[in-house]
């Protein structure tokens, strides 16, 4: 990632999470919503696994300007995703989900470029966590 789009990503997100209980439930309401086949992959009572995920987001997107030690936390929570059967193409759902409950939460604020790099962003990380997602595009 570039340093424009790490900064597009950081500001957008910081923007963003401020509504982050917000940002979530419209991010697993837009992955139910349009992925039914993936709800399997989650508990029942989604409380927890909210808050992990706004947390995870958060560490990720607070050190996206650093990858060499983002990697092995991605590469870990990758292996973690795959022994819950997560396959590649969930990547690419989870993705689209989540760009579609940026683009709700921020607004106008959710340009063409900040879309840009909120993809960039993603596909460093999915490819970080499972490199079998290299052949799964992305796209909005």
Partial sequence: MTPAEIALVQSSFSAASGKGPELIALFYEKLFQHYPETRRLFPHDLTDQKQKLLQTLAYAVNSIAHPAALAPILRDLG?????????????????????????????????????????????????????RTAEVALSS
Avoid at 80 to 90: F, L, Y
Avoid at 104 to 117: C, H, K, N
């Fill in 79 to 131: 292996q973690s995703h795959r022994s819950a059967h997560v396959e590649p193409a969930h990547y690419a759902m989870v993705g689209a989900a989540l760009i579609g409950a940026l683009r709700d939460t921020l607004g106008p604020g959710f340009t063409p470029e900040v879309e840009r790099a909120w993809i960039a962003c993603f596909l460093l990380v999915s490819r970080t966590m499972d490199s």
